[in-house]
Every structure is written in C-alpha cells, then in structure tokens.
C-alpha cells in the first residue's frame, strides 16, 4: 500500500511552463520549446490585436517574440518571475519598440532637403545641353565609320575594349587605335566640350 505522501506533487500549469523554459534556456530543448510555443503563441497574438495591432503584423511579431524567447531563454530565471510574465513582457516590449518605429516613420520631416525632387534644369542649362549634344553628333558624324563604331560600342553599349575585339572579330591593338584615333579627333573637333 502506498503512503499519499509518497506521490509526487501534481504540478501547476506556471511551474510546468518555467520548467520549459528553463530547458530551452539551458539546454536549447526543441521539444520544450515546441510545447511554449504550442502554448503560447496563439495567445500572444490574441494579445497583440487586443492592443489594436493589425492580424498580419500581429502575426509577424508573434514569431519575433518566440523567436526572442529561443535566443534569451537562458537569461530566464524562475524565481524572479513567472514564464509567462516574462514572456509577455518581451511580447509588450516588442510591440512598444514596433510602435516607437512606426512613430518615427510618420514624423518625417517634409522639408528635409534629401526628400525633397531635384529641381528642373534651368532653361539655358537645357539649350546649352541640347547644343552640346548637336555638337557631339557632329563630331561623330566626321570620324570614319570604323572609328565610330567603336567609339559608340565603348560608350554607348559600354563594351570593354576585349568585347568590342571580341564582337568585330578585330586585333585588340586595332581597337584600342581606333579609339584612341577617334577620341582625338572628337577632342579637336569639340575644343571646350571635352
């Protein structure tokens, strides 16, 4: 016959929930951590979008606060609290940090020069662009048709001067000639705009 004392002690749902706990803190148990999270997870999202969080964020930082309780699970210590008081007090803590950034985000300042469009060039920026450009085309209208092409592979296609070899099926000292030949011509041609 068995004494009553001899049986262990049934345990509460708290201490079963630090004991968790601190297996996954001490020794990173999956299964332990599987139960908390089995636990507590539903509930920490009850409790965010009771707090007015919106269900996908609530979901999202559901999985930051379990994901917080795997990494400091070894900083918990039961006899300073319960599990699930320290549990949702990093659920609390995340979803004040949430807020604090989401605040910081709506108080932009509009007229912070990096925000602000780049202005439109002024009319005689535009008219001497434009002659610069006729001039260019120009210019590259009087180089041979050899020279052009390579300067316009180089420059327009962006080519190296290997690629442009490569796609003429030329010498690359031939290459680089042309360009260079062409690029003092365009530099005579074009005086200041160089």
Not at 156 to 163: D, F, I, K, N, R
């Amino acid at each position: 016959m068995t004494d009553l004392n001899d049986r262990p002690a049934p345990t509460s749902e708290g201490q079963k929930l630090s004991e968790l706990l601190v297996r996954v803190g001490q020794a990173r148990d999956r299964s332990a951590f599987r139960e908390l999270f089995d636990h507590f997870a539903p509930r920490i999202r009850a409790f965010l979008i009771q707090r007015r969080v919106v269900p996908a964020t609530a979901d999202d930082l559901t999985q930051d606060v379990m994901l917080a309780i795997w990494r400091r699970a070894s900083s918990f210590d039961p006899a300073r609290a319960a599990a699930s008081t320290w549990i949702y007090t990093i659920a609390r803590n995340q979803h004040i940090d949430l807020y604090r950034k989401d605040q910081r985000a709506s108080r932009m300042d509009e007229e912070d020069p990096s925000l602000q469009p780049v202005p439109p060039p002024a009319a005689d920026d535009l008219c001497e662009q434009a002659d610069a450009a006729d001039s260019v085309g120009s210019a590259l209208e009087e180089l041979s048709a050899d020279q052009r092409q390579v300067v316009e592979l180089a420059f327009t296609a962006g080519l190296t001067h290997s690629e442009i070899a490569e796609r003429l099926e030329l010498p690359l000292g031939t290459v680089k000639s042309r360009i260079r030949l062409a690029l003092g011509k365009l530099k005579t041609s074009l005086g200041e705009l160089v």
